[in-house]
């Protein structure tokens, strides 16, 4: 079976965790602040806050903007389901808005469509690697006093406009899952330029603790902490650190390698006409975490098993939030709501894309979906 995401480790990964084992610090030591600075360094922000997932990420970034309880937040349904979890956690209300057919990602237009007084803030997703339409989406949000929270779990390494993703939004929130462009095992952090976001975070992210002693504490005592909110246990290890901190050398080579397997894919899939390829917008670079089609004239259900018979590990990015059974409980949303998320979720199917993928991977996938019964190419 080729699986449709995997990681890269090789010796110099190893030799890094190791070594950290090897050492007085497995966690939360010297490696965590040095992983920090290579995140900065390679996305062109000021701050990071490294944590134990890329959801924890999301969390604390929502955590952060000390919203008021019953604040609406936007968001794209077609996302994994931490997004939106995110909001929920934070007593806050996930509003969903619609995509674009051909990025996936949040329609500016849709989001315009949702916005009400109670509206606070816009979570904006870099789906499968390639940034939306960032511009546009800070316009909306400065007519309109909102805060912005880039998840680009998806999206290390890509670029808007010539600039690295990674700044433009309040915070940004990246992942470091074994499926993404580098990894930590599991790991995420949150990058910004804001020095008071930072501070608060970086706070939350160990159960609210600060070093600055209570009112009235006597001084000199090195025991003494206070609790300042209510924090999460969101650390990430020194082991996981080293190990990003030797990925996030490779990153651009990682990221390079992506896209000209993607590349490869959409040279061998132009002409399929029952297979469209994914669109890419002239002012950005992909990071292509993902690789996903859309099935024109065949059922993707059908498909699905048929390249999974044939040792293919495709996959679903993504069932629509509001589709889960929870959601629909709480929140009684009719997917007819959502025309074109109903639409592309009816035919996407993720192709395999990860950095072990060789040429030859590809075009026997690709010989794998021409081959399919009632194709057309």
Known sequence: MIPYGHQFIDQADIDAVVKVLKSDWVTTGPKVAEFEKALCDKVGSKRATAVNAGTSALDLSVQALGLPPGSEVIT??????????????????????????????????????KITKNTKAIIYVDYAGQPCRIREIKEIADDHDLRLIEDACHALGAEYRGR????????????????????????????????????????????????????????????????????RNYRITDLQCALGISQIAKLDSFVDMRTRLAKLYNKILKDVMSVDVPIVDMDVKHAWHLYTVLLN??????????????????????IPIYRFSYYRERFKIE??????????????????????????????????IKAYPGNKS
């Open 76 to 113: 794209t349904p077609f996302t994994f389901v931490a997004t939106s979890n995110a909001i929920l956690y934070n007593d806050l209300k996930p509003v969903f808005a619609d995509i674009n057919p051909g990025t996936r990602n949040i329609d500016p237009e849709s989001i315009k469509k």
């Open 297 to 318: 004239s065949l059922e993707r259900n059908k498909f699905f098993k048929y390249m999974k018979g044939n040792g293919i590990g495709v996959q679903v990015h993504y």
């Open 164 to 231: 690295r993703v990674g700044t433009f939004a309040d915070m940004t929130v990246f992942s470091f899952h074994p499926v993404k462009q580098i990894t930590t095992g599991e790991g995420g952090a949150v990058t910004t330029n804001n020095e008071d976001l930072d501070c608060r975070i970086k706070m939350l992210r160990n159960h609210g603790i600060t070093r600055e002693p209570p009112e009235g504490a006597e001084e000199g005592l090195d025991y003494i902490y206070d609790v300042k909110a209510l924090g």
């Open 335 to 368: 997917p007819k709501e959502f025309p074109v998320t109903e639409d592309v979720f009816k035919k996407i199917v993720t192709l395999p894309l990860h950095p072990q993928l060789k040429d030859q991977d590809i075009e026997d996938i690709c010989d794998k």
